[in-house]
């Protein structure tokens, strides 16, 4: 799994998967590219969408300070270098059995792991294809 190590708050230090704000006007497709691109120095392939969810950050006194509404992707790598850029500090492979060692944002885990069951179920469709 591609993640990348949070160089900004909200979250700074934390993993995560790549991603960011859709800039006013831009196709949701076009942004998620753009901010592989701008975060991982990666080109991707949309496959489809594993999982929608809100994430919001409160305040000590129970305020609302940040309000994401997320939509992960599962996607191919086409082209570029993986190197961390824009607000991450770093950018990583992460092998699933390694996930543990990551302090990941809260919520992302489950996604990780239903990106990584999806993706077998693709492979296994896309071999099937081929062998018909």
């Excluded at 790549?18 to 949701?28: D, H, M, N, S, T």
């Excluded at 497709?29 to 975060?39: A, C, L």
């Excluded at 969408?49 to 305040?59: K, N, Q, S």
Aim: hydrophobic share 40%; proline share 2%.
């Amino acid at each position: 799994m591609l993640l990348i190590e949070r160089g900004k708050e909200p979250l700074k230090g934390y993993w995560s998967l790549p991603g960011g704000a859709l800039e006013v006007g831009e196709r949701i497709e076009d942004g998620i590219r753009r901010e592989v691109r701008e975060e991982t120095g990666l080109e991707v392939q949309l496959l489809g969408i594993v999982e929608i969810f809100e994430r919001v950050t409160r305040d000590e006194d129970g305020k609302a300070v940040y309000h994401f509404v997320l939509i992960d992707y599962l996607c191919r790598v086409t082209g570029g270098t993986l190197a961390a850029g824009d607000d991450a500090s770093r950018a990583e492979w992460v092998l699933r059995e390694n996930l543990a060692n990551y302090r990941i944002t809260e919520g992302t885990l489950p996604v990780i792991e239903q990106a990584f069951d999806e993706r077998n179920l693709w492979r296994r469709a896309a071999a099937a294809g081929e062998s018909s």
